[in-house]
C-alpha cells in the first residue's frame, strides 16, 4: 500500500461513523492539488472589479506601460479586461517578478510603468523590495497599483461570519513561509478552531487532514505545521521586515465579503513617489456587482462552485464571471476543470 493509500485509510478509519467535519483549504494551490489527486478555499486574484477598472484606465493613458502577472489578464472589470485592451492596443506586458520592472523601466524611460501590485504575503514582500530598489537607485518612471491583502484577518473575519461553519482550516504553505505559523495561534486559542499548515504535495495533504481530524475528534485545537521543511514558526523575518518598511496595514475591500479591518496593504507616505493614485488618481465610478456571481459566498465556503447558477453555463474559464473562475488556481476554475461537473451534470 502507497503511503497515500495508507493515509486515505488512517482517515477513513478515523472519520468512520463520526458526524460530518467542514474544513476549509485557504488556497487555491491546495483546492488544485487535492483536485488534481482525486481526494476531494480564500485566496484566487482578490481583486474587485473597480481595481480592474482604475488599471484599464492607467493602460488607456498615453506613454502608460501596465506590468502585470499573466493570470491578471482575464480577470473581468465592470465591463472589459486586460486582455481584450491589450488586443485593443493598450501596452501591456507580462512580467514573472515586480523586479522586471526595475529592467521595463530603464528601458523605457520616456514611459510611465505601473505594477498591479496583488496578491497576498507571498508576493508583497517582493513588491517592497522592488519599491526599495527603486528609491535607492532614484527610479522615477516605475508607480504601483497596490491591492495586497493579509490572510490573517480574513481568517477571523470568517470565524465571525454566522453563516460561515468551519472546523478546522488547511493553512496556506507559501503564505506561511513569510508569514510563519506562529502568526495563525489566534485560530486555536481565540476561536478553538484548528489549524495545519500543509506542503503542496497529495501525502502532505492527507498528512494535513489527519492532523486537523485527530484534533478535531479528541476536542483539542492547536496551530500545527505539517510543512516543516520551508515553514518556520516565526516566518521569514528578513522578508516581513521589508515587508514593514513600504507598507502600512489598510482596510480592504474583498470580493463578496465586503470591507475587512486591516487586511489590505498600502505603500507608507515616505515611499508615496511610487503609488500611481497618489500621483494620478484614477477617474474611475465605483461600479455595481455583477448579476448572478456567488463568487463572495463560494470563497466564504457557503456553497460551492456548482451551486452557482452561471456556473459551467455563462461562466466558464474562457468566458468568466467572475474572479474565480479566471486564475488556474481560482476556487471555481478548479472545480470546473477537476470536478467534471459542468451544466449541472458530472462527466463520464
Ligand atoms: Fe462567480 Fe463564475 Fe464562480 Fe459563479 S461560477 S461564483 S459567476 S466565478
Redo the contacts with the bound molecule.
Keep these: 500500500m502507497s503511503d497515500v493509500s495508507g493515509l486515505i485509510q488512517k482517515i477513513k478509519n478515523l472519520a468512520e461513523g463520526k458526524n460530518k467535519i467542514r474544513l476549509m483549504e485557504v488556497c487555491g494551490t491546495h483546492t488544485v492539488s487535492i483536485f488534481r489527486s482525486g481526494i476531494r478555499q480564500i485566496l484566487p486574484a482578490n481583486v474587485e472589479f473597480d481595481y480592474i477598472d482604475k488599471a484599464i484606465f492607467y493602460s488607456a493613458q498615453p506613454d502608460f506601460i501596465i506590468a502585470t502577472f499573466g493570470d491578471m489578464l482575464k480577470v473581468p472589470g465592470s465591463k472589459s479586461n486586460l486582455a481584450d485592451e491589450s488586443a485593443g492596443g493598450a501596452d501591456i506586458r507580462i512580467i514573472y517578478s515586480p523586479t522586471d520592472c526595475l529592467k521595463l523601466a530603464a528601458e523605457n524611460p520616456d514611459k510611465k510603468i505601473i505594477f498591479l501590485a496583488v496578491g497576498f504575503e507571498t508576493t508583497s514582500p517582493t513588491a517592497a523590495a522592488t519599491i526599495l530598489a527603486a528609491k535607492n537607485s532614484g527610479v522615477k518612471n516605475l508607480f504601483f497599483l497596490s491591492a495586497q491583502k493579509l490572510v490573517p484577518p480574513a481568517l477571523k473575519m470568517l470565524l465571525e461570519d454566522p453563516q460561515v461553519k468551519v472546523d478546522g482550516f488547511l493553512l496556506p504553505g507559501h503564505v506561511s513561509v513569510v508569514t510563519g505559523s506562529d502568526v495563525f495561534q489566534f485560530l486555536a486559542s481565540d476561536y478553538k478552531i484548528p489549524g495545519v499548515v500543509a506542503g503542496f504535495e497529495p501525502e502532505e495533504i492527507l498528512i494535513a487532514i489527519l492532523n486537523l481530524l485527530r484534533q478535531i475528534y479528541e476536542g483539542r485545537a492547536e496551530i500545527a505545521n505539517e510543512y516543516k521543511s520551508v515553514v518556520k514558526p516565526e516566518g521569514n523575518v528578513t522578508a516581513k521586515k521589508i515587508l514593514a518598511q513600504v507598507y502600512e496595514e489598510t482596510d480592504s475591500l474583498w470580493r463578496g465579503m465586503g470591507e475587512i479591518k486591516k487586511s489590505g496593504l498600502k505603500v507608507r507616505p515616505e515611499f508615496s513617489d511610487f503609488d500611481i493614485e497618489k500621483i494620478f488618481p484614477a477617474d474611475v465610478k465605483p461600479c455595481e456587482k455583477?448579476s448572478?456571481?456567488?463568487?463572495g459566498?463560494?470563497l466564504r465556503g457557503i456553497i460551492t462552485?456548482p451551486n452557482?447558477?452561471?456556473?459551467?453555463k455563462?461562466?466558464e474559464p474562457l468566458h468568466?464571471?467572475?474572479?474565480?473562475?479566471?486564475s488556474v488556481e481560482?476556487?471555481?476554475a478548479a472545480w470546473?476543470k477537476y470536478s467534471g461537473l459542468k451544466n449541472g451534470k458530472y462527466n463520464d
Design positions: 455583477k448572478g456571481c456567488r463568487c459566498e463560494v462552485p452557482c447558477p452561471l456556473f459551467g455563462k461562466c468568466a464571471v467572475g474572479p474565480c473562475m479566471v481560482g476556487i471555481c470546473y
